[in-house]
């Protein structure tokens, strides 16, 4: 298994761009989330989803857009992108039982100037 | 807010048990420790969770006391390579039960 992946590893965006990061995983979890980790700090949670068609909100939604269509996918739309949102993201998954421990991919650096 | 108190920064020597302290004095009775680490730049990275028993896996134990206010984890062996920092995490179980990372333990193993 790859685990939890995510494209691209860097990117830079001027503001008011718009990006979509892609985050896939192939352990048939349910739940898939997205973070971000601003310098010295924790990560905050941005979406999550609970399984294909359902999403909800996390801390820090502004400025952000979720989808998902299918069990695999959790793209994270990032629409006029501003200063604030220079971040690295994360996403993470966990399957529906268990310890419902996550998963993390090996996050994207976005850089907004 | 995190729900947890861990000190900043501790050091370790190489193959010496590293110990991590977590305080969690509100923990509620439904609600688990959790631990992971992230090692510098990457995603975080699960290592043992618990309700009230000690645990034991392959990377870690998870010493939890009896009134479940305050757990130590246990690396038993120390390398470099867990130098890392180190999130202690209170929560429900579910998926949608939310991870609260604090700013964690930076724990600096030393050769």
């Known amino acids: 298994n790859a685990g939890v992946t995510q494209t691209p590893k860097f990117r830079i965006l001027k503001i008011g761009q718009s990006m979509t990061l892609q985050c896939a995983q192939d352990?048939?979890?349910?739940?898939m989330y997205w973070y971000r980790q601003d310098p010295g700090m924790g990560l905050k949670l941005i979406y999550y989803s609970v399984g294909a068609g359902i999403t909800d909100k996390g801390e820090v939604p502004n400025g952000y857009n979720v989808s998902r269509s299918t069990t695999e996918d959790f793209p994270l739309r990032l629409e006029l992108a501003a200063p604030s949102q220079t971040s690295v993201y994360f996403c993470a998954s966990t399957a529906l039982a268990g310890g419902y421990e996550q998963y993390f991919g090996p996050g994207t650096r976005l850089t907004v100037t | 807010d995190a729900k947890t108190t861990q000190p900043p920064s501790m050091d370790c020597a190489e193959g010496r048990a590293a110990n991590l302290p977590c305080n969690h004095s509100t923990i509620s009775g439904n609600e688990y420790v959790y631990w992971y680490r992230q090692i510098h730049s990457q995603g975080p990275q699960y290592i043992i969770h618990g309700l009230k028993n000690n645990e034991t896996n392959e990377m870690a134990s998870l010493i939890i006391t009896e009134d479940r206010k305050s757990s130590t984890l246990i690396l038993p062996h120390a390398t470099l390579r867990d130098t890392a920092v180190y999130y202690c995490?209170?929560?429900?179980?579910?998926?949608?039960?939310?991870?609260?990372f604090g700013k964690g333990t930076k724990l600096t193993v030393n050769p």
């Open positions: 995490i209170v929560r429900r179980q579910g998926g949608s039960e939310k991870l609260v």
């Open positions: 352990m048939n979890h349910n739940y």
